[in-house]
């Protein structure tokens, strides 16, 4: 069994060795998305070590925070690239269900 000294927090000597956290990935994206135009696409490639799933992820992430998640679609081209694109119509949202009739 360990030993444990409790201590007041003054007396800490560890430091993180990243004070800072980096930049999410899918931040960078957050700009290219803004500016797309109805005539442009986005040929994306996953980074070494990420997957496609990955790279979708982080895409619907810098949409959202983009202000476009409704806006955008993606898929994957032949040669193995997400493009994303900005939807011909908007997605229709809902309204309130109008209430059923009694009989």
């Not at 980096?22 to 986005?42: C, F, H, Q």
Request: proline content about 9%.
């Amino acid at each position: 069994m360990p030993t444990v000294d409790r201590r007041p927090i003054a007396e800490k000597t560890v430091f993180s060795a990243t004070p800072q956290k980096k930049d999410p990935k899918w931040r960078a994206l957050v700009t290219d998305l803004e500016e797309l135009t109805p005539d442009d696409i986005l040929a994306l490639k996953p980074d070494e070590g990420d997957t496609m799933r990955a790279l979708k992820v982080q895409v619907s992430r810098a949409a959202n925070a983009a202000g476009r998640k409704d806006e955008i679609e993606y898929g994957v081209n032949t040669d193995d690239e997400l493009e994303v694109w900005l939807r011909d119509k908007p997605r229709q949202k809902r309204g309130p269900r109008k209430p059923k009739e009694a009989q």
